[in-house]
């Protein structure tokens, strides 16, 4: 069964960072793709960064730039590390995992930055 658990959320000051992180199992080799989205009030879920098996990377153009996402297969663990956050980053943002036949996320973390 896939389970991924987010962490790393919480209050920040605009301009500050934050580094999320998911844990997947059974591991993240299980997956051809693992992401990042983010769901703010009012609106729809959107893309943020995923990153791909190999290592391939595809970021929304409101983050490229300011967010990185990255993967450490030994911890079966994606980060996204998120600087020069701005109040219109908040949001719950919710981890993905992909491959045929398996479409599944995260129960979300919740962003939130101050202006």
């Known amino acids: 069964q896939v389970q991924l658990v987010e962490s790393g959320g919480g209050l920040v000051q605009a301009g500050g960072s934050l580094r999320l992180s998911c844990v997947a199992s059974?591991?993240?080799?299980?997956?051809?793709?693992m992401g990042w989205y983010r769901q703010a009030p009012g609106k729809q879920r959107e893309l943020v960064a995923t990153?791909?098996?190999?290592?391939?990377?595809v970021y929304a153009d409101f983050v490229k730039g300011r967010f990185t996402i990255s993967r450490d297969n030994a911890k079966n663990t994606v980060y996204l590390q998120m600087n020069r956050l701005k109040p219109e980053d908040t949001a719950v943002y919710y981890c993905?995992?992909?491959?045929?036949?398996?479409?599944?996320w995260g129960q979300g973390t919740q962003v939130a930055v101050s202006s």
């Open positions: 993905n995992a992909w491959r045929i036949g398996v479409d599944s």
């Open positions: 059974p591991n993240i080799f299980s997956f051809n793709s």
């Open positions: 990153i791909a098996g190999g290592g391939s990377t």
